[in-house]
């Protein structure tokens, strides 16, 4: 069974941290590109907060840089997402996204998707 599932988040203080896990069944992650995703509260659409693609360049989103780091472990079919220096506006559902896309942030062109990660930031 093909399946992402996701786990990690939880409800932070701003400045903390928190790493994300993405792990992989069914398929071998490495030989995908990886797309970490967010929708906030009352947004209609995700938005790509970093991506890693198979050549192993990396991608963050501006709100994001210097904060995120998105990693893999092959060994264990898995992908993280540190994310450090939490503010409030990181709150927000997460996902990890499987696929080749041709155009990193566009949503419909990956494979597969995890069931999303609760992140809040809030003292």
């Known amino acids: 069974q093909v399946q992402l599932v996701e786990s990690g988040g939880d409800l932070v203080q701003p400045g903390g941290s928190l790493r994300l896990s993405c792990a992989a069944s069914?398929?071998?992650?490495?030989?995908?590109?990886i797309g970490w995703f967010r929708q906030a509260p009352g947004k209609e659409h995700k938005e790509v907060s970093c991506?890693?693609?198979?050549?192993?360049?990396?991608y963050y989103a501006d709100s994001v840089k210097g904060r995120f780091t998105c990693s893999r472990d092959n060994a264990k079919n898995t992908v993280y997402l540190q994310m450090n220096n939490l503010k409030p506006e990181d709150t927000a559902v997460y996902y990890c996204?499987?696929?080749?896309?041709?155009?990193?942030?566009?949503?419909?062109?990956?494979?597969?998707w995890g069931q999303g990660t609760q992140v809040t930031v809030s003292s």
């Open positions: 991506f890693s693609s198979t050549d192993g360049s990396t």
């Open positions: 069914g398929f071998t992650l490495g030989t995908y590109a």
């Open positions: 996204a499987a696929g080749f896309p041709t155009v990193y942030a566009l949503i419909e062109e990956y494979d597969y």
